[in-house]
Nanobody, 128 residues
Framework: QVQLEESGGGLVQAGGSLNLSCAASGRAFGLYHMGWFRQAPGKERNVVATINFSGGLTYYADSVKGRCTIYRDNAKNTVYLQLNSLKSEDTAVYYC?????????????????????WGQGTQVTVSS
């Protein structure tokens, strides 16, 4: 069992930067594939970025590519998301998710249904 807690959301100016953290409790965090998703009002929950257990494989949605970085610190049981050049369309609730290890390390896991554990989410509002 893994429990996830996001932090770092809030009100941010357009053009600014966002730094989110997701702290995981439980065992074997370093084996879990992690992802950041977001959900705007009335819309589906979509992937933002994912990272495999070692940090050697990352994936970015087209909407954030080039201005987003996902990384993890397995010693601290934490995964991070940095998003720059924020736009109004980045406004959403951001969720951290974890997938139990299954021996497959090269699949970026971009679908919400592929994840087993979710945090409560943190609201990010970008003001213009």
């Amino acid at each position: 069992q893994v429990q996830l807690e996001e932090s770092g959301g809030g009100l941010v100016q357009a053009g600014g930067s966002l730094n989110l953290s997701c702290a995981a409790s439980g065992r074997a965090f370093g084996l879990y594939h992690m992802g950041w998703f977001r959900q705007a009002p009335g819309k589906e929950r979509n992937v933002v970025a994912t990272i495999n257990f070692s940090g050697g494989l990352t994936y970015y949605a087209d909407s954030v590519k080039g201005r987003c970085t996902i990384y993890r610190d397995n010693a601290k049981n934490t995964v991070y998301l940095q998003l720059n050049s924020l736009k109004s369309e980045d406004t959403a609730v951001y969720y951290c998710a974890a997938r139990r290890p299954d021996g497959i390390v090269r699949d970026p896991r971009v679908h919400a249904y592929e994840y087993d554990y979710w945090g409560q989410g943190t609201q990010v509002t970008v003001s213009s």
